[in-house]
């Protein structure tokens, strides 16, 4: 019973033929001029407004913008060594915590305190 059943039947193949290409060709020709004739009478449109027709023509203050918005989130981004430091620090206090020698602050009290190292020195 399922031995009929292959990509024919579900329609996988109706562009072997050729047709179909032909039907999509003409239909995305079609689609593309009047998306031209949109474009284009939109451009229109702003030019009769006074307003500059492409990103081009304009006086580039939007582009300031970004640019400085850019800047700014490229200084607020840390790079990869503090990220590790940071990530660093963050465990050594964990394990201080752990181990009962840090406290909320996040300053160890072994050190204040005159205890024995908790922590190795390869940290």
Known sequence: MLKGIDADYYGYRDDDDGVLEELERAAEEGSLQQAREDWEARKAARLAAGEPADEEESDGEGDGEDARRA??????LPDREAIERA???KRKREML?????????????HKEEGSINLVPKSW
Do not use: H
């Not at 800047?71 to 607020?76: I, P």
């Open 71 to 76: 800047e700014r989130f490229q200084e607020a």
């Open 97 to 109: 915590a752990m181990l009962g020698g840090g406290d909320a602050g996040g300053a160890p009290k």
């Open 87 to 89: 990530i660093l620090e």
